[in-house]
């Protein structure tokens, strides 16, 4: 009996490099006839519907073709130029895509990736980006100046291995070797000029001009909407079909450079199976990723094999398989013990009265006294009478605070302007400037007035303090913790979140801590501004200290960890 040979990864590239080629001639051949044709319906519109004239004759026609002709060229010669010089930086726009911040380890790993990969393949400069979503998604671009750049999601960072990460930044790599990235970023950019046209022309269901408006006008705009709906689909379906090529292509040239295909067969399927789904971002651009962009979908069915701008998802990993040679469910079997062993080997995290020892809790008590004995300002209200005492923290940041507005410092027994006070003047300077009033205060617990340490929480750097374990951490950063799973929690903890759930966020009526016991007001470690007891977001309503100054939250101990908490055990 004769043996079946399984094809490698070089056989696989040269079939799809030919069925790609073939394909992106007849989309360049329809293109210029779908340009030529919405054109002459517009004009056979115009002709039509805004004047006397009857159809077109043939010798009209053959005026009009060389018109025709014309006009796709130009419009052809416009969108090569757009999406060279400016598609990718669209793009990068449009994702909110940043460098990465190499002082964040997860980060600093996928630079590095970055970096080995791109020895591999011979390639002078990969640029590197990271998207802030907690989807699963990579995709490759072609800057304007010819450099590559790789941009991976938040989600993927957190849930991939080193050897996938490896894998996924192949696989686009090899997109960019073989003149994918820049083919198919221009293919997209022509289909999505047809959708757009068809959603600037598509008719309203009630008609906003006046009742004598011409129907031969709003027909002729039906007639071109149709025009464009249809040139639209083609054009889609033919993008699909080369994107659909290319990624099998691109599959088996990561190979060639990672030489793991188990590990992008893993990639794949985590993608599949988890969100992908990258934001409001047109789907015409579907292509560039390594996963179709959407959360769910049927892609083995007929239509999903027809319209979905990705091989289906196991004929990848079958063809990824072959490549090891093992079996797709062998694969998937791993996926799955690769995520339980992750999941073992998560830290348990203590709440803090679990970390607690004797006479540690005095620490801020005798630092709220050393506060108390500072307040020594009042200040007279819009009604005539003296509020107070406050701190000068407290004091200026008062919402009726003027430096017009009668002051008394009852250390000094003077009454008089906030102006004339030198020590009010040099704070309202320092708290322009973006600084403490009080400079021995800075980088100190807002609750402990002792020093923040700097440290890291699943690879993200933070500031922490010693005592309370209240956290100091930029905004920005939490969504990058929050897609993490290095820790795991307590019991304690667990049910501490399950309390505050259930009595807080199933009925947020008002705005409290999680910890009630401490107190509302306290002032930025970093700039020296008064926080604001705020949501986290608007689907998490956890009440967080925020400095709308610099951007930074105060995590209160247990509340970061109960953030964390209620959001991997959200119901979907």
């Not at 009604?383 to 000068?392: D, E």
């Not at 750097?461 to 990058?480: F, N, Q, T, Y």
């Amino acid at each position: 009996m004769k043996r079946t040979r399984r094809p490698d990864f070089y056989e696989i590239q040269r079939q799809q490099w030919k069925k790609s080629l073939f394909l992106l001639l007849v989309l360049f051949v329809f293109y210029f006839c779908a340009i030529g044709f919405i054109t002459f319906v517009f004009l056979l519109s115009f002709g039509v519907f805004f004047a006397e004239t009857l159809f077109p004759t043939s010798k009209t026609l053959m005026t009009i073709f060389p018109i025709l002709t014309g006009i796709a060229i130009l419009i052809a010669a416009f969108h090569f130029y757009d999406a060279k010089m400016f598609g990718a930086k669209f793009i990068r726009k449009r994702m909110q895509a940043k460098p990465p911040d190499l002082s964040d380890r997860y980060h600093k790993q996928f630079a590095n990736t970055v970096e080995e990969i791109r020895l591999a393949t011979g390639l002078p400069k990969v640029t590197p980006y990271i998207i802030p979503s907690f989807a699963i998604n990579s995709m490759a671009l072609m800057e304007a100046n010819k450099t590559p750049s790789i941009m991976v999601t938040e989600g993927l960072l957190a849930e991939f291995t080193r050897d996938e990460i490896q894998a996924v930044i192949a696989h686009e790599l090899a997109h960019v070797l073989r003149g994918d990235t820049f083919y198919i970023t221009l293919v997209c950019s022509l289909a999505n000029f047809f959708e757009r046209l068809r959603h600037a022309v598509e008719p309203e269901t009630e008609s906003a001009g006046p009742p004598g408006q011409s129907q031969q006008s709003r027909g002729g705009v039906v007639l071109l909407f149709i025009a464009l709906t249809i040139s639209s689909f083609i054009m889609h379906l033919l993008s699909t079909l080369i994107s659909r090529q290319r990624e099998i292509l691109a599959d088996a040239a990561a190979v060639e450079f990672s030489r793991n295909p188990k590990a992008l067969a893993r990639a794949i399927y985590k993608a599949h199976l988890k969100n992908s789904f990258v934001g409001d971002f047109n789907l015409t651009y579907s292509p560039l990723f390594i996963v179709p962009p959407r959360s769910k979908g049927d892609y083995e069915s007929f239509f999903g094999r027809a319209f979905n701008s990705h091989p289906p998802l196991m004929r990848r990993v079958k063809l990824l398989a072959d490549m090891v040679p093992t079996k797709p469910a062998k694969i998937i079997e791993e996926v799955w013990e690769i995520q339980k062993n992750r999941e073992d080997a998560r830290d348990v995290l203590l709440a803090q009265k679990e970390r607690r020892i004797g006479g540690e809790a005095q620490k801020p008590q005798q630092a709220e006294t050393q506060i108390q004995e500072s307040k020594f300002w009042s200040i007279k209200d819009a009604k005539g009478t003296w509020q107070g005492p406050y701190s000068l923290e407290e004091l200026l940041f008062l919402p009726f605070f003027t430096p017009l507005i009668p002051i008394k410092n009852q250390q000094e027994g003077i009454v008089a302007q906030a102006r004339e006070f030198p020590q009010i003047r040099i704070a309202r300077r320092r708290i322009l400037k973006k600084k403490p009033i009080d400079p021995t205060r800075q980088n100190q617990c807002p609750r402990c007035r002792i020093a923040l340490k700097e440290t890291f929480y699943e690879g993200v750097p933070l500031k922490v303090c010693p005592d309370c374990r209240g956290k100091l951490i930029d905004s920005a950063l939490v969504d990058r913790i929050v897609a993490r799973k290095e820790i795991d929690f307590s019991e304690k903890l667990v049910q501490k979140a399950r309390i505050f759930r259930d009595g807080y966020m199933l009925n947020p009526t008002q705005t409290k801590k999680i910890n009630p016991d401490v107190s509302p007001k306290i002032f930025c470690p970093n700039c020296g501004s008064q926080m604001l007891l705020r949501a986290y977001n608007y689907y998490y309503v956890i009440p967080v200290d925020k400095c709308l100054s610099c951007h930074k939250i105060w995590f209160d101990s247990d509340e970061m960890e109960i953030l964390q908490i209620l959001i991997e055990h959200r119901t979907t």
